[in-house]
């Protein structure tokens, strides 16, 4: 079992930065994948940003944040981070932590309990 616990949320104006922290039970090593989710109610749950740490901490985004948006962790801390700049309107959702590991042929998902993230224009 992985816990994961979300935290850097708040109000921000458009322009502003925030960085967002996932602290998470066990050593990040030993989960294949972090990433972040953000969910608009009335809209699909969308990934933001993806951390592979069995693939050399290889990172994806998604288009909307590309350029904008940094994913990175701190194995010491358990910690991955998103760091949002330049944010929109838009980059406005409950931010979610989301971790993968494989134990045998099974794959198991994790979540955080979300972070509320609101840009006012």
């Known amino acids: 079992q992985v816990q994961l616990v979300e935290s850097g949320g708040g109000l921000v104006q458009a322009g502003g930065s925030l960085r967002l922290s996932c602290a998470a039970s066990?050593?990040?090593?030993?989960?294949?994948?972090i990433g972040w989710y953000r969910k608009v109610p009335g809209k699909q749950r969308e990934l933001v940003a993806v951390?592979?740490?069995?693939?050399?901490?290889?990172?994806n985004y998604a288009d909307s944040v590309k350029g904008r948006v940094t994913i990175s962790r701190d194995n010491a801390k358990n910690t991955v981070y998103l760091q949002m700049n330049s944010l929109k309107p838009e980059d406005t959702a409950v931010y979610y932590c989301n971790a993968h590991r494989w134990v045998g042929t099974t794959k198991y998902a994790y979540w955080g309990q979300g972070t509320q993230v609101t840009v006012s224009s």
């Open positions: 066990t050593s990040t090593y030993s989960i294949n994948d």
């Open positions: 951390i592979s740490i069995s693939a050399g901490d290889s990172t």
